[in-house]
T-cell receptor
Framework: DAGVIQSPRHEVTEMGQEVTLRCKPISGHNSLFWYRQTMMRGLELLIY????????DSGMPEDRFSAKMPNASFSTLKIQPSEPRDSAVYFC?????????????FGEGSRLTVL | AQSVTQPDIHITVSEGASLELRCNYS??????LFWYVQSPGQGLQLLLKYFSGDTLVQGIKGFEAEFKRSQSSFNLRKPSVHWSDAAEYFC????????FGAGTILRVKS
């Protein structure tokens, strides 16, 4: 079975450019999470969706970040404009929550470098 | 709000030796508890989870963890470490959302 698929795996861009990260969750999962991982701050939850609806976006750093989930099989995380401090590995994870918490399945991550 | 503390940033053990990674949590009630492992360049993979019931839980790859309510701890153990266990390990607690600890990097020396 295919796991969570993220693209691109690596992105190098210049400050001020728009960055779009993509995620395809596991089929049948109804929750999707975006995390950011840095050495300084560890793993931070940015936003999560349940049944395609954003439930908690309190971790989104600022207005430069936005996330969408137009359907159950696709989500994007967009940074516009990008800044060097946005350099990190961005993980997407999906889960089948059943009245509580459940196991998260992570993608392999998108490593973003903003010069 | 819940929080997780992993007091050891790095741990080095010899292959074949036993392992214990520490995890302490803060939450007002009994949370759901997890251990995840991350190999270099990879996403996180669930090792084991505790929801309720038996406080000693078994996971994949020979790992186990014990929930101790009195100590607010959920330490991860393995009786005999293999070189392939070298990775970063994350404890996580879910009260109203999943929060990860800072991680412990495990090095295995032969």
């Amino acid at each position: 079975d295919a796991g969570v698929i993220q693209s691109p795996r690596h992105e190098v861009t210049e400050m001020g450019q728009e960055v779009t990260l993509r995620c395809k969750p596991i089929s049948g999962h109804n929750s999707l999470f975006w995390y950011r991982q840095t050495m300084m701050r560890g793993l931070e939850l940015l936003i999560y969706f349940n049944n395609n609806v954003p439930i908690d976006d309190s971790g989104m750093p600022e207005d430069r970040f936005s996330a969408k989930m137009p359907n159950a099989s696709f989500s994007t995380l967009k940074i516009q404009p990008s800044e060097p401090r946005d350099s990190a590995v961005y993980f997407c994870a999906s889960s089948l929550l059943q009245g509580g918490t459940g196991e998260l399945f992570f993608g392999e991550g998108s490593r973003l470098t903003v010069l | 709000a819940q929080s997780v503390t992993q007091p050891d940033i790095h741990i080095t053990v010899s292959e074949g030796a036993s392992l214990e990674l520490r995890c302490n949590y803060s939450y007002g009630a009994t949370p759901y508890l997890f251990w995840y492992v991350q190999s270099p360049g990879q996403g996180l993979q669930l090792l084991l989870k505790y929801f309720s019931g038996d406080t000693l839980v078994q996971g994949i790859k020979g790992f186990e963890a014990e929930f101790k309510r009195s100590q607010s701890s959920f330490n991860l153990r393995k009786p005999s470490v293999h070189w392939s266990d070298a990775a970063e390990y994350f404890c996580a607690v879910d009260g109203n959302k999943l929060v990860f600890g800072a991680g412990t990097i495990l090095r295995v020396k032969s």
